[in-house]
């Protein structure tokens, strides 16, 4: 009887374990998936706003009218107030953000502190021209069609390591490295699976070289 | 049915699988690696365009051309100018540190007043306006004459300009370092009172026998002497040094001869009483140089036989009959002097001993020798005017005798009021000036001193007053070289970087108080600006100097305008005697200088101070060298601490032994012990200038000084 008593208890016992085990389950898995993401980012407003798609309308060159190569072939990224002032010397539309924009900016000769969605730690080389010019690549592969965008989206930023959160991800499937578009994520993982499925090794395409300091200087 | 321990620790559990199944712990841990590779003191250059501008350096007298990079607007790295004719691509610690100058703490930012003994920021307006109502009031009270300046060279707009305007002030009281070039010129029989430099064609030389040079450890234009070093190599060209020290030069050399130190002119004669016994020397050559020649042989051929002078110089009679022979018969021979860094001057004796090898041999203005070339005189100025204050002020005598700056200082101890008021533009003659403790006691008699520097070095530091000059990498300037130097040629610098503090250019800032002064002083100063200065008073070279950032002076004399050679007849002791008692202090002090150590106005920045071995500077301990004889005799052991005393002051050094050095002498860097600029250099070592004194050549005045007797004990 007793041993039955005791048996009985297992069982009655049992339903609540698995109970327990499910709720204790579900919620470090609700915690890890949804709030955990939500606590580890932060968001800021860039300092003004841009509209990429209307400035794509009254340039030749599509990315690279702005965001071109020097002539030593290093890229030179976001544009500075000297390409800027070109045309915004004064207003030019009657958008609030332009007006802020040579008000704040343009007029005080003072650099606009953008705020880049793609930066990636100081550690890691990149070379644009290798992919863009050798690989014939395009800018979207990576950036995605943020030359289509109409204003800036919220730059998201880890609050431990101070990177953008488009490095990591920002869709559920990213947090397990996968991914549906080629610029959904920008980790190392990334740029190797891409090299792999390219060229068919990880290495450097243009030095045929391997290992950590191809990337890492 | 009951929850119970087992129904948490289920949860535990299960927390723990849905956790690890959730991206939190390894994004973590992801998170935490990156995140230690952010901490704040990790340095991380910004990105941005990278560019590239030719200058020139002016950290020494060499003159180097330079290529600055930058990154966007920040400087971050200086390398050689390619195909500049002095350093073609080539570059020394210095000018490679050149960029800690622009950024670094030493930097003065904006002028500077002293106020109960601690300097305080003014604005220009009120330090321009200051020194003006100085130097007016001193001119009213008929005191012109009180007011001098110490530049550190006498070429260039800028030191003209400060020359310029003490002179339409009325002031005769303008001074500058002496250098080996004075010597060279006091050597020679002057065409219309014009100064004569040597060029040294070493490049194209087959056999150089150097009397001291630190080819290369920092003589002339020491990047082009490097080069020119490395080429000798591949040439099979061979070089015979002769020092007391084994220094890089010596130990780089074919042969190294440790002469006693101070004798290098008795051996210069004992081997040319090889050359003119032997008839090895060439008649055009001394038909032409014929002053003095027959009464200066027939002494050479009394008094200077090898066997003497080997007792004399320590070095054996055999080896000057063969150096004397081989240095005869050799193609394209030349004989070098100017000890170390070659930045004091030699006696006109030893001089004139040394070239007269050049002379004796008929290398002079010939490929692969020694070259005489007039002044580069290239700034034309219209003519200063004066008013009868300054005619009148400018009778007056020289404060130091002669205009040689080291009689300054005791010049000023000795009288009361002989300076009112100073200007020194680039130069540091508190630290760089022998017998320091005398120089800032003048100094500090000066009731109010001026200076221009850009960085708060000894003498700016004891200073009433700073006007800041830009940095060199922020300003225009032209920078003549000659250093020995072929062809000597002109540099510019550039503004690289927009000035950084507020600073401004000591041209401009001369410029405006002439303008305030009025009058006559005003009428000589007629340009805007400094810029507009130095464009119209470079006239022709401008536009090339401009465009190209050098314009090299090209000068191939006719046979009868190579100033002539005057052979000097040596008396019984041509060599420079020392300071001291010999009885008393039987040990002599010498300087040893190296390219790891800038020992001008311009301080070591941190970069080069981390190039210094602990057998230089150790535990901020100056290591003096010796001969482990010496130290047997005097009961010293390696790394012990001895006090060095001088006739002028004496130290507590550390010691370090070394069969480099011949006995009974020591050897000490020379470059530190600075009291002023940052802590990366302030308080390391001493300053070897402290234990040294002025010693005057009797013949032209220099301080010609090259050690001091000394002696060690044990501490």
Known sequence: MVQLTNSHKGNGNSGWTILFFIVGFTASLFAGWIVFPKLLYSKKQQPIDFNHELHMTHVDNGCESCHFFREDGTYSGVPKLVQCIDCHQEVQGDTGHEALFVEKYVSKGKEVPWLIYSRQPDCVFFSHAAHVKLAKMDCETCHGHIGQSTSLKPYEYNIITGYSRDIWGKNPENYLGLKTNTYDRMKMNDCAACHLEETGRKSSVSTEKDGCFVCHK | ?715
């Open chain 2, 1 to 715: 049915m009951k929850i119970d321990r087992r129904c948490f620790l289920s949860l535990g559990i299960g927390a723990a699988a849905g956790t690890a199944l959730s991206p939190l712990p390894w994004k973590l841990m992801d998170d935490a690696s990156i995140w230690t590779q952010n901490w704040p003191w990790t340095p991380v250059p910004p990105d941005g365009e990278i560019s590239y501008t030719d200058s020139t350096c002016t950290l020494c007298s060499g003159g180097c051309g330079i290529t600055v990079r930058k990154i966007d607007d920040r400087v971050v790295k200086i390398e050689g100018r390619e195909n500049h004719p002095v350093n073609n691509g080539g570059i020394c610690v210095l000018g490679l540190s050149g960029t800690q100058l622009l950024y670094g703490p030493t930097r003065v930012k904006s002028p500077m007043k002293k106020i109960n003994g601690t300097f305080q920021k003014i604005t220009w307006n009120q330090a321009l306006s200051e020194i003006t109502e100085k130097l007016l009031t001193l001119r009213a009270e008929g005191r012109s004459h009180t007011v001098a300046a110490i530049a550190g060279s006498s070429r260039g707009t800028v030191s003209a300009l400060l020359q310029r305007f003490l002179t339409a002030y009325g002031s005769p009281n303008f001074y500058c370092q002496s250098s080996i070039e004075d010597s060279f010129s006091l050597s020679h029989i002057q065409p219309q009172n014009n100064k004569t430099i040597p060029g040294f064609d070493l490049e194209n030389a087959d056999y150089v026998l150097s009397f001291g040079t630190g080819i290369i450890d920092g003589w002339g234009s020491p990047v082009r002497m490097i080069q020119a070093s490395n080429a000798w190599k591949t040439k099979n060209l061979k070089l015979i040094q002769v020092e007391p020290r084994l220094s890089d030069t010596a130990a780089r050399s074919d042969e190294w001869l440790p002469s006693k130190p101070g004798t290098e002119a008795i051996l210069a004669l004992g081997i040319a009483h090889v050359i003119l016994q032997e008839s090895l020397y060439d008649q055009a050559a001394i038909d032409y140089h014929s002053e003095g020649f027959v009464t200066w042989r027939t002494a050479v051929l009394g008094h200077y036989h090898p066997d003497k002078v080997a007792e004399i110089t320590g070095i054996d009679a055999k080896t000057i009959f063969t150096v004397g022979r081989e240095f005869g018969q050799a193609e394209k021979p030349v004989a070098i002097c100017g000890r170390g860094k070659g930045n004091t001057p030699v006696s006109v004796a030893e001089m004139s001993a040394i070239h007269a090898l050049n002379v004796l041999v008929g290398n002079v203005n010939k490929k692969g020798g020694v070259f005489t070339l007039p002044e580069p005189n290239y700034i034309s100025w219209p003519e200063i005017s004066f008013d009868t204050k300054a005619e009148t002020s400018l009778q007056t005598k020289q404060i130091a005798e002669g205009g040689l700056l080291h009689r300054l200082p005791s010049a000023i101890n000795e009288a009361e009021d002989s300076v009112t008021l100073l200007f020194v533009a680039d130069a540091n003659p508190c630290y760089t000036l022998t017998d320091t403790k005398e120089v800032i006691r003048a100094f500090k008699k000066i009731p109010f001193k001026v200076s221009f520097s850009s960085y708060m070095d000894e003498t700016a530091k004891l200073s009433d007053l700073i006007l800041p000059n830009h940095s060199y990498l922020e300003r225009y300037e032209d920078v003549p070289v000659t250093s020995g130097l072929r062809n000597p040629v002109i540099g510019l610098t550039k503004p690289i970087v927009n000035p950084l503090f507020q600073t401004k250019h000591t041209g401009d800032v001369i410029i405006s108080i002439a303008r305030a002064m009025k009058g006559s002083i005003e009428s000589s100063f007629p340009w805007k600006n400094y810029y507009q200065c130095l464009k119209n008073g470079l006239g022709q070279h401008w536009n090339p100097l401009l465009n190209n950032g050098v314009v090299e002076i090209t000068y191939i004399p006719e046979f009868e305008e190579i100033p002539r050679f005057a052979f000097q007849i040596p008396n019984d002791k041509p060599q420079v005697l020392l300071e001291g008692n010999e009885n008393k202090m039987d040990l002599t002090l010498i300087p040893s200088d190296s390219m790891r150590l800038s020992s001008g106005y311009i301080g070591a920045p941190p970069f080069m101070m981390k190039t210094i071995p602990d057998t230089i500077l150790k535990d901020n301990n100056t290591l003096v060298q010796i001969h482990p004889k010496t130290a047997e005799k005097l009961e010293l052991k390696q790394g012990c601490y001895a006090i060095l005393k001088t006739p002028r002051d004496e130290k507590k050094v550390k010691i370090h032994l070394s069969q480099g050095i011949g006995e009974d002498i020591i050897s000490f860097p020379r470059g530190l012990g600075h009291t002023a600029y940052d802590s990366y250099l302030a308080g390391k070592g001493i300053n070897f200038n402290e234990l040294i004194g002025p010693v005057e050549d009797p013949f032209s005045g220099l301080d010609v000084a090259w050690g001091i007797r000394a002696s060690l004990i044990k501490a």
